[in-house]
């Protein structure tokens, strides 16, 4: 039997919550287009997502380690398949829609820079005289204005619902960008979930690297009671599995320990504070979606040991300072001499009345590790082919 996008949308009527973010109910898009017979408005959202240009270079985008560092280590876009899946499980067991839940994650870090959060410090004291540089912004400014894919209008032209969930899934009410989408309400509970699955995954995935890279000892993460506590259960289950299989199945017991306090604190949350449309989650004056006051401890305890132990490791300070000179070296050179730049991007302060600067932070957000360090080295070392 062929479902027709009316056959889904009356689905999902039946079947979701009713604070759920309904297909049908959605605000639309800024460009007017006719539905698709099909799929849904956020399925169609999430798979422009996924197969936009941004998307793409996310493989090859650092998450704490610099890409050539090493294959094995997460990438920008491992971590936004981890935090989607996250999300997606956690919105089905809410009765949400988790088709938007998932494009909102899918998207989440479509603005990053090269080099991780350390790329991005580094860029946003670049851009300070010029507004400054914020990579949920940036991701929404990626897919309203910077992918070009179709004749009739910029960017992906993506539903009210995920860019405001772009903008908004987290710490929004300072951020410039969000003025569009009326900062004194909350996103969708879709949105919110998103920010809680990004810390899961990000937790998670760089405990495991932070073993594998060897930055990180077992010794300094039993300090945790979060990973020691999931690290006796997988001891438990298989006293005798294989080491490396044990810091897997430890790392599985930290993300379902998490996953499974977010969803019953929010679902008790829902009931309490008798959440029973989308209206009451914008108007509820806070973000619903929170680790329970048992977890919340565990998890700030566990982010201050990845600070002390592994982000602030002198091997990632040297990553850091390596991505910082790299990308500073690559601002000034632009800024003094746009023309350095390709055409088509140096078109957009020329055609589009764009200021250089945001030109600059522009082509620097969108390159991967590897093309900022073969930029650098074509602009800086006169033996490289230019």
Do not use: C
């Not at 298989?238 to 969803?263: H, N």
């Not at 730049?341 to 764009?354: F, N, S, T, W």
């Amino acid at each position: 039997m062929l479902r027709s996008r009316q056959d889904l949308e009356e689905i999902e009527a039946r079947t979701l919550a009713p604070y759920a973010m309904q297909s049908r109910a959605s605000r639309g898009r800024r460009s007017p287009e006719p539905e698709h017979p099909i799929r849904t408005v956020f399925q169609r959202d999430r798979d422009r997502v996924i197969h936009s240009a941004a998307f793409r270079r996310l493989e090859y985008k650092t998450q704490v380690f610099v890409n050539h560092e090493g294959d094995y280590y997460r990438t920008r876009l491992t971590h936004t398949l981890e935090a989607a899946q996250i999300t997606r499980t956690v919105a089905k067991a809410l009765g949400l829609n988790s088709e938007l839940a998932e494009a909102i994650a899918l998207a989440h870090d479509l603005g990053h820079t090269p080099f991780g959060h350390a790329g991005e410090r580094w860029l946003n004291e670049l851009m300070e005289p010029y507004g400054g540089f914020d990579h949920n912004a940036q991701s929404l400014r990626t897919v309203d204005w910077i992918e070009v894919r179709y004749p009739n209008f910029r960017g992906l032209n993506l539903s009210f619902e995920v860019r405001e969930g772009i903008i908004k899934h987290s710490h929004f009410q300072d951020r410039p960008a969000a003025i569009e989408f009326d900062p004194s309400t909350y996103p969708s509970l879709e949105a919110q979930i998103v920010d809680l699955a990004d810390e899961i995954a990000y937790l998670a995935h760089d405990v495991d690297d932070g073993l594998k890279s060897g930055m990180l000892t077992v010794e300094q993460l039993n300090n945790s009671a979060l990973y020691a506590e999931s690290a006796a259960a997988a001891r438990a289950a298989s006293p005798d599995a294989d080491p490396r299989v044990m810091r897997y199945q430890t790392v599985i017991r930290m993300i379902d320990a998490m996953s499974t306090d977010l969803m019953t604190n929010l679902a008790a949350e829902l009931e309490r504070a008798r959440i029973g449309s989308v209206e009451d989650v914008r108007r509820a004056g806070a973000a619903l979606a929170a680790f329970s006051p048992a977890m919340l401890p565990r998890v700030d305890e566990m982010k201050q040991i990845m600070r002390d132990r592994l982000y602030r490791h002198y091997r990632v300070s040297r990553m850091t300072e390596k991505a910082g000179r790299v990308l500073a070296r690559l601002f000034e050179t632009y800024m003094a001499e746009p023309r350095q730049m390709p055409e088509h991007v140096l078109a957009r302060a020329e055609r589009d009345g764009e200021p250089i600067p945001r030109v600059i932070a522009d082509y620097i957000a969108g390159m991967t590790d590897r093309f900022a360090l073969d930029e650098y080295r074509k602009l800086f070392d006169p033996d490289e082919r230019v």
